[in-house]
């Protein structure tokens, strides 16, 4: 039976750390302070805007929303976050996806200050991370995974890393995490998607598989070799008529084979899911501090 | 015995569409124009710059290199490149790299503007190329294998391509772009490097195999699979009292054996080398162009 990488375990030891940077920094005069825009009202997105709140307000981070119709226009938006931008007291920024079609996300992310783009979605970011570049903010979801892998000692230098799934928030930012020079990096990565042949044979040469393609139960143990790390980033619900709201969360990997073979594994719900809020705080603390350090030197 | 990829072929037929290009835009009274910003004195950098004029002048693109001692304070050049970046009749700004250990080359790269990144080496349009989106700049040398690939109707959708190398200016960028969900993209990517453990096991996956680690004929014939495709980005000299300058250039993979049982290879010389200035041409012009427009929308 496979090692349980327990994701709400670790992701409550950073929110403390994050908590005790938090009491240092307004101990120093000042306040990490998280502005989320959120437009529309999607109940999905609306659920995770208040977990967000609730995780800064315990941490001592004051966060508030910003509530747009979704009949909101780009321009309102844009004019929005450069008036958030050039106020100091905010030290992050973040805008709730998906948004409406009729405005352009890619303008919207990139009009964010790339100094409080604390989910690292801007493309300058996202292309520091490419070029290896510390001067970064990692999104969350990978960087929540890397410190999984990082906490519970897994090694990935000269690992065959297989990541199933390309998106630009999970998949491609966690392969360029694994191929840097240095811990917790060094890997062998192979991206799979939709498009890949005989997926099988390939998830079958991973040492460590990251499952984020958003279909329930798709990896079974036939699919994965003996000793393998599982890092499962799917939630997907499923019906199940036993289950009082009569859905249950299952993830992209069948837990109750897979954990039969592999060596060690995240649980759905519990694993990455609980980091991702984590690491967010853990960005917001990170623009505060370095905001401190600049801060610092204009005045010293 | 493998098809030849002749990049020389190709990348005349690229240089070609470009000068065709070039003359709509004088006609239109644009005439494209190319800065490079060359500090000291490598010789190598040097023969690559006088490549890039001549390929220039040819094509009918104005281009000017400004030569700066190895002793130049990066303040100096911050200061050249904002001034280029304001002056309208320049499209393209390229530093040539390295510069001298005492300039922060991240910084000299984060000043050109994105909308003059002819290399393609600003984060924000590295990331752009992570993000999947249209508006950025290909760095020359991944453009110019996926040309070659598209030129040659290499088909990559579901192809396991096996990348050998993760720099920043080619492994990388040729990985993501082979994973975009368009043509010449969709394929299955592996990125392997120094600490890949049993390489061989890796690359005999290959469909399509991207050599660019620098590392003479590394890639012998019982590391390949039958009908593989070759794209050898290597360039390296290897001594050869048979020469008159007393060397000659080899690539990554052993030529002789490998183009045996592959499908398709490029030689080296005359395969991926000729494309990079090609494709840093196409890129100039392709932002002369798109200042052209900018320029119609204000006028009109």
Do not use: W
Request: glycine letters at 8%; charged letters at 25%; a positive charge.
């Amino acid at each position: 039976m496979a090692t349980i990488i327990d994701g709400k375990k670790i992701s409550k030891i950073i929110k403390n750390e994050v908590k005790s940077d938090v009491d240092k920094l307004i101990q120093a005069g000042i306040k990490p302070h998280l502005t989320v825009i959120f437009v529309g009202d999607n109940p999905a997105s609306r659920i995770y805007v208040n977990m967000k709140e609730k995780a800064c307000k315990k941490a001592g981070i004051f966060s508030e929303t910003i509530q747009y119709d979704k009949s909101v226009s780009e321009s309102v938006l844009l004019e929005k976050i450069n008036k958030l931008n050039e106020n100091n007291n905010i030290h992050g920024i973040l805008v709730q996806l998906p948004l409406p079609s009729h405005i352009n996300e890619a303008a919207v992310l990139e009009t964010i200050s790339t100094d409080k783009d604390v989910d690292g979605f801007h493309p300058t970011n996202l292309g520091r991370l490419v070029a290896g570049s510390e001067n970064t903010f990692i999104p969350a979801t990978p960087y929540g995974i890397v410190e999984l892998l990082k906490r519970y000692k897994v090694e990935t230098e000269g690992k065959h890393t297989v990541i199933l799934g390309r998106s630009n928030i999970v998949g491609k930012p966690v392969g360029l995490l694994l191929l840097r020079k240095k811990c917790t990096g060094n890997a062998t990565v192979t991206y799979c998607h939709s498009r890949t042949k005989n997926l099988a044979s390939v998830t079958k040469e991973a040492d460590i598989l990251i499952a984020a393609m958003g279909k329930p139960e798709f990896i079974k143990k036939n699919m994965v070799k003996k000793g393998v790390v599982i890092i499962d980033v799917g939630i997907n619900r499923v019906e199940d008529p036993s289950k009082k709201r009569g859905y249950r969360l299952v993830g992209d990997v069948d837990f109750d084979q897979v954990s039969k073979v592999a060596s060690m594994i995240t649980p759905v719900p519990g694993g990455v899911g609980p980091m991702t809020i984590a690491m967010l705080l853990k960005n917001t603390v990170y623009s505060a501090q370095k905001y401190s350090l600049k801060d610092g030197k204009q005045h010293g």
